[in-house]
C-alpha cells in the first residue's frame, strides 16, 4: 500500500494530474491559496552557498575555507545584495549560533527577509524559532502554528513534521493522536527516503500510533494519502475536511 502510494505520489507531483469536480484556484477563498500572498515564486537556485565545520566556514562552490568571523561577513554581504539562500542561512546561523552570536531578532529578521524573497525552507525554521523560543507561552505557540501551517501548504516535509509534534504532544493546539499520527505520516514521504530527518519523524509517528487503535491507525493512514492527493489536486472539500481545523484558522487569520 505504502509502496503503491509513493509511487504514485511521484507520479502526481511530475504531472500535476487534477480533479476537474473539486479542482479550485487561488482566486477561491481557499485559506491555502494564502501563503501565495506571502512568499514570491521560489527561487530555483536553492543550493547551499556554504558550510561550517568545526567551527570552519566553507564556502560551497569555491570550497574556500574562511574563519567565523570573514564567513560571517561574506555571507551577510552576499544576504544583503539579494540572495535568498543567504537570508535563510545568515538567518540559521544566527538561530543556531554556528558562526554568528546567537541572536533571535536578527534570526528572525533574516529568516523573514529569505521567505518573502521565496525561500519555503525558511517559513519552517521561522515556526521552529517560536515553537523553541525561551519562555514560550500561547503566542509563541500560535505564530509557531501560523508558520508551520503556511510551509505546509508549499510541501514541506519539517512544516508537517513540527505540525504533527504540536499536536502529538498538544502545545499550542489540543492533544490529537490522529491528527499527529496524519501530519506526522505525510511528512515521512516528503522527507528523503533514507534520511535522519525521516527516520526522527517515523519513531515520532510511532509514539502517535500508541494512541490509536489499529482501526484507527488504518484510518489515519488513508486520510493521509487522501490528504496529500487532495493537496496535490487543489481539492478544496478534501483539504478542508482533512487539514487540522486549527491550522485551517491560523492560515485564515494570518492572511
Known sequence: MKCSFIIAFI????????????????????????????????????????????????????????????????????????????????GDMYDSGSCAPVDESKALTWLRKAAQNGNKAALSSIGRAYYLENGRDEA???????????????????????????????KGVRSNYREAYILLDVSTHLYPFLSEDRAVALASRDRAREGLTPAEVTDAELSSNRLLEGMLQHQVKTISELFPQEALAALRGGQ
Not at 514541506?156 to 504533527?164: I, P, Q, V
Open 11 to 90: 507520479v502526481l507531483m511530475s504531472t500535476g494530474v487534477s480533479s476537474a469536480s473539486e479542482q479550485t484556484d487561488c482566486a477561491a477563498a481557499s485559506p491555502f491559496c494564502a501563503t501565495s500572498d506571502i512568499l514570491k515564486q521560489p527561487i530555483q537556485d536553492d543550493e547551499p552557498r556554504a558550510d561550517i565545520v568545526s567551527g570552519e566556514f566553507i564556502i560551497i562552490r569555491t570550497a574556500e575555507r574562511l574563519d567565523c568571523k570573514a564567513g560571517l561577513s561574506w555571507i551577510t554581504q552576499l544576504a544583503e545584495s539579494g540572495d535568498s539562500e543567504a537570508m535563510f542561512e545568515l
Open 140 to 170: 509563541h505557540y500560535t505564530n509557531a502554528l501560523l508558520w508551520f501551517s503556511r510551509g505546509a501548504t508549499l510541501f514541506d516535509a519539517r512544516s508537517f513534521y513540527f505540525l504533527g509534534l504540536m499536536y502529538l504532544e498538544g
